[in-house]
């Protein structure tokens, strides 16, 4: 049975993919500048007869076909961007790049796709259809990797059929993994806001527009139209993450900037809220005799699993790994840019558990401190190149 190869060969190769990912932890690159991660991936490609094409400069696009190319095709996605966050773990592959760290897991998506992909092509004449591998950039920053290859024509050519991804979840064991059928991650939007009006002697602030006075005032109200126009059944998140302005404890500033985020679990809310804010900041403005500019950066929409691919893969999952370590992953307002797949294509994105409490590895993401039980890396493998070779839609 094929799902007994995929496993013996994921063991095989455990070694080799520590090191990969190793090699991809140690030099991290922030997104869109990839350039030699893509590099890497296209060597490793290339060593394995896998042909690939490049897509916006630095996304690896793979194809691999299996016996009746065209009965079926399936698309597996791994993002291959790191953040802006100095490692703090004192291991053998820390990362070598200054201020640059893969503390979201890309280096593990990766290597496990890459890993999938070794699978998938020495086992290409025991599994129908084609299997298209898409290398990713710039899944942390707008306007996202995934749009700018869709674009560019990532889906098309083929044209999946459907596409899976996973991502580590540094809460749930290793050796386990978890799928939710439906809205399982939330919208994401940037707001930009800049408060201008006349500054001055803060004694005297009958002759000024006090603009951290607005700042102040708007950060409070705009939680208040979140929280009494949105339904509350509905998850909404507003979060005010940056105050500058002001030097000096007796200057009223002639200017303030803030920066936050704003996350929704329902897209016609989504667009709503956006006007909601706008009117507020406008009618405040008018209030105060500030000057306000509010720019939103529309970001990645809800990412969605439709429930027969995700129904077929938690199956699949079960059957590799058996039922006791499968289990339903919960919602999130994180965001992830595979949304812009699932508008397009059905799509299932679900987790690996990368979590080792007996060896300290309990961080979350995107914190200085992240690491992963690489014990993760065979069965991130395996599942991929399992889900590859025989999920259908």
């Known amino acids: 049975m094929i799902t007994e190869k995929i496993k013996q060969l994921a063991s095989a190769f455990a070694?080799?993919?520590?090191?990969?990912?190793?090699?991809?932890?140690a030099h991290p690159e922030l997104s869109y500048k990839e350039f030699e991660t893509s590099a890497f991936v296209q060597s490793k490609l290339a060593e394995w007869n896998i042909p690939f094409t490049v897509m916006a400069e630095t996304g690896v696009i793979?194809?691999?076909?299996?016996?009746?190319?065209?009965?079926?095709?399936?698309?597996?996605?791994?993002?291959m961007d790191a953040l802006p966050i100095t490692e703090a773990n004192e291991v053998p592959y820390k990362s070598q790049n200054a201020g640059i760290m893969h503390a979201c897991g890309h280096d593990v998506h990766t290597t496990?796709?890459?890993?999938?992909?070794?699978?998938?092509?020495?086992?290409?004449?025991?599994?129908?259809?084609?299997?298209?591998?898409?290398?990713?950039?710039?899944?942390?920053?707008?306007?996202?990797?995934?749009?700018?290859?869709?674009?560019?024509?990532?889906?098309e050519n083929p044209k999946p059929q459907g596409i899976v991804a996973l991502h580590v979840n540094p809460s749930l064991e290793v050796g386990k993994l978890s799928f939710r059928s439906g809205r399982v991650m939330a919208s994401a939007d940037e707001i930009y806001v800049t408060i201008k009006g006349k500054g001055?002697?803060?004694?005297?602030?009958?002759?000024?527009?006090?603009?951290?006075?607005?700042?102040?005032?708007?950060?409070?109200?705009?939680?208040?139209?979140?929280?009494?126009?949105?339904?509350?059944?509905?998850?909404?998140?507003?979060?005010?993450?940056?105050i500058n302005g002001g030097h000096t404890t007796n200057v009223i500033p002639s200017e303030v900037k803030l920066m936050?985020?704003?996350?929704?679990?329902?897209?016609?809310w989504r667009?709503?809220?956006?006007?909601?804010?706008?009117?507020?900041?406008s009618g405040l403005a008018e209030?105060?005799?500030?000057?306000?500019?509010?720019?939103?950066?529309?970001?990645?929409?809800?990412?969605?699993?439709?429930?027969?691919?995700?129904?077929?893969?938690?199956?699949?999952a079960e059957d590799f790994i058996g039922s006791e370590n499968v289990s339903e992953t919960e919602m999130r307002m994180g965001a992830e840019?595979?949304?812009?797949?699932?508008?397009?294509v059905p799509g299932c994105f679900f987790r690996l558990g990368v979590r080792n409490e007996g060896k300290g590895i309990v961080h979350n993401v995107h914190t200085p401190n992240f690491d992963i039980d690489e014990n993760s890396i065979e069965k991130g493998a395996g599942i991929m190149a399992t889900l590859g070779a025989t999920i259908r839609t």
């Open 62 to 79: 793979g194809l691999i076909e299996g016996k009746n190319p065209g009965s079926r095709v399936i698309a597996l996605r791994a993002d």
């Open 260 to 268: 936050g985020t704003f996350r929704a679990m329902d897209e016609t």
């Open 271 to 281: 667009f709503k809220a956006h006007e909601l804010i706008r009117r507020q900041a």
């Open 112 to 155: 496990c796709l890459l890993g999938a992909a070794k699978i998938l092509q020495q086992l290409k004449q025991e599994w129908e259809g084609t299997v298209k591998l898409i290398f990713q950039p710039g899944e942390e920053r707008n306007p996202g990797g995934a749009s700018l290859l869709i674009k560019e024509g990532v889906l």
């Open 337 to 344: 840019d595979f949304g812009y797949y699932t508008q397009q």
């Open 15 to 25: 070694g080799e993919l520590t090191d990969i990912r190793h090699h991809l932890h």
């Open 287 to 316: 209030a105060t005799g500030a000057e306000i500019d509010l720019h939103i950066d529309v970001g990645y929409p809800t990412v969605d699993n439709e429930p027969l691919l995700t129904a077929a893969a938690w199956k699949i």
């Open 200 to 242: 001055g002697h803060a004694a005297a602030p009958h002759l000024t527009v006090d603009t951290i006075l607005v700042a102040s005032q708007l950060i409070v109200s705009l939680q208040q139209v979140i929280s009494r126009n949105n339904n509350p059944l509905q998850p909404s998140v507003l979060s005010i993450c940056a």
